[in-house]
């Protein structure tokens, strides 16, 4: 109760304050619970995970740029001296390459597709041993024949640097359009049956390339190997993705002429797969 007085009279009212209650927390569901779960440490989709990939990756790529900058452009003693690049700028110029290529495969997955946009859209261990043995031997080429055979890679003309360069940026900007084009219909792993949301996609750089990621990774592996210098990787590359890419091809349009028939069929002959020899008959 409270009193007032007003012009000198007494008079009792009911108090103005108003009891608040604190809002009471969402009872947990069990939907509710198993999405924290999935988002959890050591879950596919854990954000501590795909924080630390992506913090990491940064962290390569952009030590690698700096470090590739500092060895093509040492300091002079001498400005008088036109010190040559250190041919070891060859390296972190690889690995800047690799750490944008699989950053950039999650993010596209997770800007086109966010359903499959887990750790393993990284790509980093999903493609199987032999893959990261193939990087980690051009890096070792790389090295070796710039610090044992360093007038080697000073032979590599200017002109085979640039078209590797080249081949990077085509590479990594069609398989990276072509993700972002394809959207929802875009997966890692070849589906093998026919989901109710896949539809042909045919627009955009698909309307030029049927297999535009394909097209992308190949030259864009391919461009890494020019640029860098190296020979026998260079040739290792090309004779193992050719094969890997013409099996893949393969069974993936055996799949897709079974998914969409006569719609894929007529795709098929007015678009091309950019890979010499790839996409001809289907066995």
Not at 112 to 140: C, D, K, P, V, W
Not at 153 to 173: C, D, E, H, Y
Not at 211 to 229: E, K, L, V
Request: hydrophobic share 45%; glycine share 6%.
């Amino acid at each position: 109760m409270a009193a007032s007085r007003d012009n000198g009279t007494s008079t009792n009212s009911h108090s103005d304050i108003v009891e608040q209650k604190m809002p009471q927390p969402i009872p947990p569901t069990s939907a509710v619970d198993a999405y924290i779960r999935e988002l959890s440490p050591g879950q596919p989709r854990s954000l501590a995970g795909i924080a630390l990939r992506a913090f990491l990756l940064g962290v390569a790529c952009t030590g690698s740029v700096v470090l590739c900058v500092y060895l093509v452009f040492p300091r002079r003693q001498f400005p008088a001296y036109q010190a040559p690049p250190n041919p070891l700028w060859r390296a972190p110029f690889f690995l800047a390459c690799l750490s944008l290529f699989h950053f950039l495969e999650f993010y596209t997955t997770a800007l086109a597709n966010t359903r499959f946009a887990t750790i393993s859209a990284f790509l980093l261990s999903q493609n199987g041993m032999a893959y990261n043995i193939a990087h980690l031997t051009a890096l070792t080429e790389c090295i070796l024949t710039s610090i044992c055979f360093p007038s080697w890679q000073r032979r590599n003309p200017a002109s085979s640097l640039k078209a590797g360069i080249a081949l990077v940026i085509l590479g990594q900007a069609v398989r990276s359009a072509a993700m972002l084009t394809a959207g929802a219909n875009f997966n890692h792993t070849i589906q093998t049956r026919r989901a109710a949301t896949h539809t042909l996609v045919t627009g955009g750089i698909y309307s030029v390339l049927r297999h535009p990621s394909y097209f992308g990774f190949f030259w864009w592996a391919i461009g890494t190997q020019i640029a860098i210098g190296n020979t026998a990787c260079l040739a290792g590359y090309v004779a193992v993705l050719w094969m890997f890419f013409r099996n893949r091809v393969r069974k993936e349009e055996v799949l897709l002429l079974d998914f969409f028939g006569q719609d894929y069929a007529q795709y098929r002959k007015r678009s091309w797969v950019g890979i010499p020899l790839v996409g001809g008959q289907i066995i």
